[in-house]
């Protein structure tokens, strides 16, 4: 069910998409990573989400990032100190409430998560070209609305409202969990 350019998706379209992007969320950490993971340092898939959070969103507090990733603040804490001992994340106290702990990925971080992307990307080439020239063009294609719809969903009402159960009481200019490109 392809809807007419301009319309807006059926419940059935809607569906499809999701039960699809639900589908690729499970497999491309099981198909692209392991050969990007065997050339690159093996990272905890924790230690690859709070650094994609952290990439996009630097500045976050602990309990934020436990708020936004849905992960308990305990878990976030102990994946955060083994980033930090690893060099790619440093905590800084906030410039308005020295009691705030805000944590920003180091140089190091960003480019070993441009790395990675790169490699992700040369791994999912791969796989783009085991498909026909229009079915891969199509996907690529929809990167874009696909990027939209994920920072719509970042800034769901549900996200939203998880964000700030973890904030730390100081109000955000961004919605929580948006992501940036």
Known sequence: MRPMVGQ?????????????????????????DPPVQADLEPMPQSELEVMRLLVRRPGLSLRQVAGVLALQPSNVSATVRALVGGGLLERRPDAGDGRVIRLHPTRAAIEARRTRERAWGAALHAHLNQLGPIEAATAVAAAPALRALAEQLSGAPQAQAAAERAGDGRARSRRPGALEP
Do not use: G, K, Y
């Not at 419940?11 to 692209?32: F, K, M, N, S």
């Open 8 to 32: 807006q998706p059926s419940d059935v379209a809607a569906r499809e998409l999701a039960v699809v992007l639900h589908d690729l969320a499970w497999l491309l950490p099981r198909t692209i």
